[in-house]
């Protein structure tokens, strides 16, 4: 895997596709590595005509001699920072899509370096964060400054009622294979994802900062989404003008994911009027 330094740490990356087309950058969420985007997201975009960077956010791609029992506060400027040095090394403007802690990134992308975005796709999209949410963050800091471990079965499963939507759970074959999935990928939160936790709440309300966004905006929120509710999604699109709001039903937070089609189909619809 090709990696870039910036900003004092090796970004590692993946490049996708016939270097002259249209760039996109998928960015993902909080602890999520950048392959999770190569099941569904990629062959669809690369098929489509467009070239396809995946790459690990800062903290989570494993570093020898890493201490794995201490990572400091990432912040989404960190974040962003990163996102625009990669783009310019490999030959934006481009294409942003980020799915939670990501949407985040791209969104802020869009205000601090409006010069390398083209367009903006942002899923479990917010502004801001709410209590519970919070919480949980809270809760997650404290099982790693801990040092407790969940069994992957409970941890499989906590995660499922999070991240997807009850019509998916309420399959029998989709739920076995989702669970399995889960608690084969289930582990402790490493220093990285630590140092991740918090940073979209650290970044606090943005609301009135997203006003000024002016490249053109896809919100997509998941109907079903615990983890960022889909009307925090709507009020980013409220806020950005001209902006579109779109929202999957069926969907939970892991929406890209249940239903690769249907979000795939927005988001290259939406693309090639950019």
């Known amino acids: 895997m090709p990696a870039l330094l910036v900003n004092g740490i090796a970004l590692q990356y993946q490049d996708y596709g016939d270097s002259a087309a249209p760039l996109i950058v998928l960015v993902q969420g909080t602890g999520a590595k950048g392959d999770v985007w190569t099941l569904h997201q990629v062959p669809e975009f690369v098929t489509a005509g467009y070239r396809v960077i995946t790459y690990d956010n800062r903290g989570i791609s494993i570093v020898p001699g890493q201490n794995e029992t201490f990572c400091p506060e990432i912040s989404v400027a960190d974040l962003v920072a990163d996102l625009a040095q990669l783009i310019t090394h490999t030959g934006g403007p481009a294409h942003v899509i980020g799915t939670s802690l990501g949407a985040r990134v791209v969104q802020e992308l869009a205000l601090a370096h409006r010069d390398l975005v083209r367009s903006v796709v942002a899923m479990g999209a917010h502004a801001r964060t709410e209590a519970v949410a919070d ?20 941890q499989a499963a906590v995660s499922a009622m999070l991240n997807l939507s009850p019509a998916t759970l309420r399959d029998p074959a989709k739920a ?24 979209s709440e650290r970044l606090g309300d943005r609301t009135q900062a997203y006003r000024a966004i002016d490249r053109p905006l896809l919100v997509i929120g998941f109907a079903d989404d615990l983890m960022v509710p889909a009307h925090l999604g709507r009020e980013v699109a409220d806020a950005v003008p001209g902006a579109r709001y779109a929202e999957v039903p069926d969907a939970g937070h892991f929406g890209y994911l249940e239903h690769p089609e249907d979000v795939n189909s927005l988001i290259l619809g939406f693309l090639a009027g950019h």
Do not use: N
């Open 135 to 154: 919480l949980l963050t809270k809760g997650e800091q404290e099982l790693f400054d801990r040092r407790i471990t969940l069994p992957p079965a409970y």
């Open 176 to 199: 076995r294979d989702w669970l399995a999935i889960l608690e084969h990928a289930a582990a402790p939160a490493s220093s990285g994802e630590r140092g991740q936790l918090g940073s």
